[in-house]
């Protein structure tokens, strides 16, 4: 596609339900990461897929917190048992990674409201 | 661990005027730096990449600089306009994934 999309855009979920956020990097990227802006916050890096590479998790605030990307293609972050702190805008963004090119792209976000 | 400021956090300047911002960043072995804006509610806008290997990169009214050894960035705005007013952001890439600044919030007053 022209750029990184996210959906959905606005998500209102209550406390304690799953929800998923999907990603969908820029066509041939093989580099794809999560990040979490809370109001009025920098970013907080979630994780980061390198192609066949094992993902670097080390962002994940607890272990209700996944993610799965299928080769290079989409990348979907779950959330489990929700909490109002979860909610925040989460940021996707890929890069070709590919000769040093490491420029990343973001999408627009999904906002995440638990209530 | 690589961490990154930006100074000042808020800026507010009149229109026209030539302004600087400023990054740093504690590892100097990084791939590369990113400047980025964002717009409120809105998702990171790219608007400059330097690679380690060199000084700066120029894109229209934008001039961003590198000095690897001391860990800094700067991104030079000419001739402010009201339709600069954003976030401007760094970012840093090393063996780690890309780490942000918090962000400069910039105010162009018409």
């Known amino acids: 596609g022209a750029g990184v999309s996210q959906s959905p855009s606005n998500k209102v979920t209550e406390k304690g339900k799953d929800v998923e956020l999907r990603c969908d990097p820029i066509?041939?990227?093989?580099?794809l990461y999560w990040y979490r802006q809370r109001l009025g916050q920098g970013l907080e890096f979630l994780i980061y897929f390198q192609g066949n590479s094992a993902p670097d998790k080390s962002g994940l605030p607890s272990d209700r917190f996944s993610a799965e990307r299928t080769g290079e293609s989409v990348s979907t972050l779950t959330i489990q048992r929700t909490q109002q702190e979860d909610s925040a805008v989460y940021l996707c963004?890929?890069?070709?990674?590919?000769?040093?090119?490491?420029?990343?792209?973001f999408g627009q976000g999904t906002r995440l409201t638990v209530v | 661990k690589q961490e990154v400021t930006q100074i000042p956090a808020a800026l507010s300047v009149p229109e026209g005027e030539n302004l600087v911002l400023n990054c740093s960043f504690t590892?100097?072995?990084?791939?590369?730096l990113q400047w980025f804006r964002q717009d409120p509610g809105k998702g990171l806008t790219s608007l400059l990449l330097i690679q380690s290997s060199q000084r700066e990169q120029t894109s229209g009214r934008l001039n961003a600089s590198l000095d690897k050894s001391s860990g800094r960035s700067t991104l030079y705005i000419a001739a402010s306009q009201p339709g600069d007013s954003a976030t401007y952001l760094c970012?840093?890439?090393?063996?780690?994934?890309?780490?942000f600044g918090k962000g400069t919030r910039l105010s162009v007053i018409a």
């Open positions: 970012a840093v890439r090393g063996d780690t994934p890309l780490v």
């Open positions: 963004a890929s890069s070709l990674d590919v000769g040093g090119n490491t420029e990343a792209f």
């Open positions: 066509s041939g990227h093989t580099a």
């Open positions: 590892d100097s072995a990084i791939y590369n």
